[in-house]
């Protein structure tokens, strides 16, 4: 499985993005998803996942309520909608396949892994 994001940029604060992360593969309906960061200097991060349906989804305590973790089996897409970004917010955003289906929080549970997108909010 590849795993492409896109959609980072340079932002000001308070402003959105949407990540995107199109995978390879007819597989991708049966995965957990997740986006993690990490910034300079700094470990990997979890920030959201959802499971294979999209039923269920979990986010790391300093996203929650600004952003939303969504999938489009269809599509072979996951999707990071971030609103009301913040200058700690800035990092290299990855997102990752768990093969179980469930969308884990611990980045050790992930099979696979995307390139990273650079996202840079700017006070």
């Known amino acids: 499985v590849q795993l492409q994001a896109s959609g980072g940029g340079l932002v000001q604060a308070g402003g959105s993005l949407r990540l995107s992360c199109e995978a390879s593969?007819?597989?991708?309906?049966?995965?957990?998803m997740g986006w993690f960061r990490q910034a300079p200097e700094k470990e990997r991060e979890f920030v959201a996942a959802i499971n294979w349906s999209g039923g269920s989804t979990m986010y790391a305590d300093s996203v929650k309520g600004r952003f939303t973790i969504s999938r489009d089996n269809a599509k072979n897409s996951v999707y990071l909608q971030m609103n009301s970004l913040k200058p700690e917010d800035t990092a290299v955003y990855y997102c990752a396949a768990d093969r179980s289906g469930t969308g884990w929080f611990a980045a050790k549970e992930y099979d696979y892994w995307g390139q990273g997108t650079q996202v840079t909010v700017s006070s």
């Open positions: 593969g007819r597989a991708f309906s049966r995965y957990g």
